[in-house]
């Protein structure tokens, strides 16, 4: 059964959220646990999937050990015996596709310090790379840019796919991934004639949910920039696959606080979707499923 990892940015948790959620195939989701994985799975959770929610270790473990005993090693080696390829073939069609799918979902305030964020990145897909048939990194170019990331990433151990807009360019940022793509991206700042702006989805307002915003690390790290009047305007990307109920008062509260105005476009996971679809696709021709 192939092995699709995800190594994500907890900023693109609904558009994960989504995917899965859309794909039938998946056998086996498990999930790393770590600090930020709960919100994440019960997210799952309300989507009627169930996770294994495991430490690290524990999970690659278990994905190497389902593999391993998985009938499907044999019928590849049987296979490539000619007297019985047609009988494998036959059997092939029949049989319902199956994906284990791995993820696990970085922190969002990692892009504090981008150099620390794409070396976390890459260490977490140099570890998941020994169990998978290939990784999609759910980032944008945020998570790599750098040219010792880029090279490190071709040397895994298996291939690494990106998430790309139609035109096939990879997503500059979580913007472009909401927006639809990069093209989109710069038509959507040219509404704002030139003033400075934020680009809102739940989760990059998430910290909104806490007790008393004003004295979380997030809204001290935005108000060091946000307090120029040159920032006068919150993009509010709306999609209804949210699962932030609190989405729609917590972009008022922040317009408010910044005194911005507030200019509503239309999101979509065509991003999301697409480049899964492209990676699963992949990775079952490259192991000749």
């Known amino acids: ?15 994960l959220v989504y995917v899965l959620s859309k794909d039938l195939e998946i056998k086996h989701l498990f999930i790393v646990e770590n600090r930020n994985s709960f919100r994440f ?3 799952l959770k309300s989507e009627n999937l169930r996770p294994f929610v495991f430490s690290s270790d524990r999970v690659y473990s278990l994905v190497l ?15 490539k015996i ?19 799918v791995v993820v696990n979902l970085l922190r969002k305030d990692l892009h504090s310090d981008i150099d620390h964020l794409q070396s976390e990145v890459y ?17 944008g ?13 071709q040397k895994l151990d298996c291939p690494v796919y990106f998430l790309r807009d139609h035109g096939r360019s990879i997503v500059d940022d979580c913007v472009s991934v909401a927006l639809g793509g990069n093209e989109i991206y710069t038509k959507t700042m040219l509404l704002g004639n030139g003033r ?33 009047p040159m920032y006068s305007l919150l993009f509010k990307i709306n999609n209804q696959n949210y699962k932030d109920n609190n989405f729609h008062r917590n972009a008022s509260e922040f317009a408010k606080i910044f005194n911005m105005e507030t200019i509503n476009v ?8 697409n480049s899964y679809i492209e990676a699963k696709t992949n990775i079952r021709k490259n192991i000749g499923q």
Do not use: H
């Open 123 to 139: 260490l977490n897909a140099k570890e998941i790379s020994k169990i998978s048939d290939g990784i999609l990194l759910f980032y």
């Open 196 to 228: 400075g702006a934020i680009y809102a989805t739940p989760m990059w307002l998430s910290s909104l949910n806490e007790t008393d915003y004003r004295s979380t690390v997030s809204y001290k790290n935005v108000s060091k920039y946000l307090s120029s």
């Open 41 to 43: 799975v019960q997210k």
């Open 1 to 15: 059964m192939p092995v699709l990892s995800i190594i994500a940015c907890e900023m693109l948790e609904d558009e």
């Open 266 to 273: 239309e999101g979509t996971m065509d991003v999301a979707i």
């Open 141 to 153: 170019k945020c998570g790599y840019s750098s040219e010792k990331a880029q090279a490190d990433m």
């Open 82 to 100: 000619p007297v019985f390829r047609q009988i494998c073939d036959l059997l092939n069609r029949k049989k319902q596709p199956e994906l284990t």
């Open 65 to 79: 050990e389902s593999n391993r005993s998985s009938p499907d090693i044999l019928m590849r080696m049987f296979s």
